[in-house]
């Protein structure tokens, strides 16, 4: 024989009603996973228990995108429903969603920030888990890149650099080498070049050339004699060289 059916009705014993809810409950979650597993419905699932906890299901898809498309689509339909209303039935209309929409954000904030974690559930505590993971990843890729980047940056501009350098090195050398070359073609030049010593230049002695014979003045064309020279005075060897 199958089973009877059971009245539906408020179950008077506290602890079987709370035995009740957690099956009903675990149930509940499993059918909602089925459904957007089996279907590949998007699903989201909100139980609130008689002392107010929170329990909360959603597929693979935040919970806050869910009730954002809920909240578009049901806006959408009662704007078309109601255009003749006046804007003020809107506006109390749309406050107590937008307040319950700020207080589930506010509630998932706390959550990523790993706080008021007490009422979540092994499944949710996984999905924040999950959340968080792909999120660190997203982070993890976008520095990696970013130091890619900075580190490519920062090779060009060391090969700039080092040809840079090179390029000044080897015009510091070609500049030292044209130095050298100059001071070799002016020591080459003072060596074939001699200067004459200053008693030559100013007249204040002459020299004897050959057999001490000594040159003639306008003096002695008149018959004064200039003093006699000393015939010892030569031409130096070095100028009889050149």
Not at 20 to 25: G, L, M, Q, V, W
Not at 85 to 97: F, G, S, V
Not at 121 to 133: A, H, I, K, T, V
Not at 197 to 219: D, F, N, R, W
Request: hydrophobic letters at 30%.
């Amino acid at each position: 024989m199958g089973r009877g059916k059971v009245e539906l009705k408020r179950i008077e014993n506290k602890i079987s009603r709370q035995v009740t809810f957690s099956k009903r409950r675990s149930g509940l979650l499993k059918k909602a996973n089925e459904i957007s597993v089996l279907c590949d419905a998007e699903v989201a699932l909100i139980v609130f228990s008689a002392k107010g906890k929170l329990f909360e299901y959603s597929t693979d898809t935040s919970m806050e995108r869910i009730i954002e498309k809920y909240e578009r689509h049901s806006y959408a339909e009662k704007n078309h429903t109601m255009n003749s209303k006046p804007k003020e039935n809107n506006l109390c209309i749309e406050h107590p969603k937008l307040m319950a929409r700020l207080e589930v954000l506010q509630r998932n904030m706390r959550n990523y920030e790993g706080e008021d974690l007490d009422p979540l559930s092994l499944r949710e505590l996984q999905s924040l888990q999950q959340q968080l993971d792909s999120a660190l990843k997203r982070i993890r890729t976008r520095k990696n890149q970013l130091m890619q980047e900075s580190i490519s940056v920062l090779q060009k501009k060391g090969r700039l650099l080092q040809e840079q350098n090179n390029s000044l090195a080897k015009k510091v050398k070609e500049k030292e080498k044209q130095e050298e070359q100059q001071q070799e073609a002016l020591l080459a030049q003072t060596s074939l070049t001699f200067t004459l010593p200053p008693q030559l230049l100013h007249g204040t002695s002459s020299l004897t050339i050959c057999g001490g014979q000594e040159p003639t003045t306008g003096a002695e064309e008149d018959g004064n004699r200039a003093p006699p020279r000393d015939p010892n005075t030569r031409i130096p060897p070095w100028l009889l060289r050149h």
